[in-house]
């Protein structure tokens, strides 16, 4: 199939129709508000379903309903969106349903700005609504690893009936790269009949489905939680993925970024590399779970000083590089936190500035 | 002799947890009747809401789905959308459906969503104890109004049913009570006519049903029935206040 040349936004909303997922609720914001009006139009077209919500709460209470019925569903946002849409993704996690969220971050907190950011990594990877809860992260670095993170996102949603989260920065949804979508990333529905409410004579069954979050009982919520969490120590076994960079020499520095950011960085890495410093590099591309034992390995090489950690934030990840970096090397944080993306120059900067 | 009155198939043969004098019972056997004079409780699905009805799946005896405060109004546009076949229905009180899920309710029912609402009017938040709903009558104590609700402070009681049927959007919107077989017998052909409104694919439906909470109103089982003829009727009217012929 040949490349074509699409906005970010537009070519999340065409991948999710490829994977078949046919069923998108949503609310507008900047800067994702293209995935909405491309799918308003698209949707009709291929017999799916689009619905403007009146609110992101509610939005994230039709993704729960039609979920649990055994649909394929998924809403795109952003930062502040996904805020009032973590009420909705608690307790669709808690009832055990698959759907995609994806987050097109944009600078915080509160209303915050509309230029890129990673700010929303706390959010997506350690909770962000209440409760013990964890979602699977993707975060793309192009707009062709966001198609194929969406195309992937539905079954692996299906596999760990769990919601999925795609974590891209604003610029991952505004620039315009050629993409294509690899026909076998699609993959057919699970049988949902054990679980969804999909109608008694749908299943042709006797026995109802019941979807719920309740359970009074403490031993029983106890029990519950701990299948929660064989599912997300299972995600920590197959699910762990990330590239290295540069990482065959005796790289003198570490650095771990994801996303956009990390593109900065391998260019910086490269111009390095011409001056004759050698830095390697760890892109997660899911952040939950966290490759951290790539990095320590990474981290452990004895030619390394010192390990970066390079966001658009005010330091998030860094404290999971830490985590995994255990104490055996000094762990620093470098980025920007206002919508502005850290050019290469600036993170060839802090390199040198970090070796003295 | 043969047998002339039975449970309903879609009710289950099990012991609730409301208070001696609730009405809800009642409801739910109106609703499991309804539903099996359709015949369509093989599609239906039922959302169960926060507060006293919270546990309602049990009961019944089809697919159910148990929503957030407030928010089965979405949860129910989720289902329709996707699954049109379906039968769905909420079933809400005055806390969950007219204070925090005022929101879903209204833009719901604005879209003409093709599901079915059963909302519970019974003037007070049940199942957190007692306290102001904004459905709560002038004057009336409850755990959060002391001294009883003070129009002043807090506006005036919410009349869903006649805010619900203001919108332009083509509905059913009837308001009825369970204090006597009359008005049961009538309650029920509402519910009976929202779910063939949805049935027929025609508008969003809801039916009122005015409500006793005897342990939160702090009176006798036959108290609070005479309490709802004499204080809420008065105020929240009954009847038909919409329907899709009226457009």
């Not at chain 1, 065959?248 to 994801?258: A, D, M, N, Q, W």
């Not at chain 1, 892109?283 to 320590?296: G, S, V």
């Not at chain 2, 519970?120 to 009883?148: F, K």
Request: with cysteine; proline share 6%; aromatic share 8%.
């Amino acid at each position: 199939m040949s490349k074509v040349l699409m906005k970010g936004n537009e070519a999340i909303g065409e991948a999710a129709i490829r994977a078949g997922g046919l069923n998108y609720f949503a609310y507008p914001i900047t800067p994702q508000s293209e995935v909405a009006e491309y799918l308003s139009g698209r949707m009709p077209e291929v017999g799916g379903v689009f619905l403007q919500g009146e609110s992101e709460v509610a939005v994230s209470y039709m993704i729960f309903g039609a979920a649990a019925c055994g649909a394929r569903v998924f809403t795109t946002s952003s930062s502040p969106g996904i805020s009032l849409m973590s009420e909705g993704i608690s307790y669709i996690t808690a009832a055990e349903c698959p759907a995609v969220f994806v987050n097109i971050m944009r600078g915080g907190p509160g209303l915050g700005g509309i230029l890129p950011s990673q700010a929303d990594y706390m959010q997506a990877t350690k909770g962000g609504g209440h409760g013990d809860y964890r979602l699977l992260v993707m975060a793309p670095a192009s707009v062709q690893e966001a198609v194929e993170m969406v195309m992937e996102s539905f079954s692996l949603a299906e596999k760990y009936r769990n919601p999925v989260m795609i974590l891209g920065d604003g610029l991952i949804g505004q620039m315009m790269e050629p993409v294509e979508f690899p026909e076998h990333l699609k993959v057919e529905p699970s049988n949902k009949d054990a679980w969804a409410t999909s109608g008694m004579d749908t299943r042709k069954s006797d026995k109802r489905n019941l979807v719920k979050t309740l359970y009074l009982d403490p031993e029983e919520l106890n029990a519950q939680n701990l299948k929660l969490k064989t599912k997300y120590e299972r995600m920590k076994r197959e699910e762990i993925r990330y590239e290295p960079y540069n990482l065959e020499g005796r790289y003198r520095v570490l650095i771990v970024s994801y996303g956009t950011m990390s593109r900065v960085c391998r260019t910086a890495i490269d111009h390095l590399k011409a001056e004759g410093l050698e830095v390697g590099m760890i892109r997660p591309q899911h952040l939950f779970p966290f490759p951290e034992k790539a990095i320590l390995n990474a981290a452990d090489k004895e030619s390394c000083e010192a390990v970066l950690s390079v966001e658009m934030s005010m330091g998030q990840m860094v404290e999971d590089v830490e985590r995994s970096v255990v104490g055996r090397r000094p762990v620093h944080w470098y980025g920007k936190c206002g919508g502005e993306v850290p050019t290469p120059e600036d993170v060839m900067a802090e390199v040198r500035n970090l070796l003295g | 002799m043969g047998k002339t009155f039975c449970r309903p198939e879609a009710l289950a043969d099990t012991v609730t947890h409301y208070c001696p004098g609730c009405t809800h019972g009642v409801a739910h056997r109106l609703v499991a009747e309804v539903i099996d004079e359709l015949g369509i409780r093989g599609r239906t699905v039922g959302i169960a809401p926060v507060g006293c009805a919270v546990l309602m799946y049990n009961y019944f005896t089809f697919d159910f789905q148990e929503a957030a405060h407030g928010r089965a109004p979405a949860m129910a546009t989720g289902i329709k959308r996707v699954r049109p076949d379906l039968i769905v229905f909420t079933y809400q009180g005055d806390g969950d459906l007219a204070s925090i899920g005022m929101g879903e309710i209204v833009h719901a029912a604005n879209r003409g969503e093709k599901f079915t609402t059963i909302f519970i009017n019974n003037a007070v938040y049940g199942m957190t104890g007692g306290q102001m709903a904004p459905t709560t009558m002038p004057g009336q104590r409850t755990t959060t109004t002391p001294m009883g609700r003070k129009p002043e402070e807090v506006g005036m009681p919410v009349r869903i049913s006649e805010l619900l049927a203001s919108l332009a959007t083509p509905g059913y919107i009837s308001r009825q009570t369970l204090i006597s077989p009359k008005y049961i017998n009538r309650a029920k052909k509402a519910i009976k006519k929202a779910f063939t409104y949805q049935m027929e694919n025609r508008c969003f439906s809801l039916v009122e049903l005015v409500s006793t909470c005897p342990t939160n109103w702090g009176m006798t089982p036959v108290d609070a029935l005479s309490w709802v003829e004499e204080e809420m009727l008065p105020y929240y009217h009954l009847g038909d206040f919409k329907t899709p012929e009226d457009n």
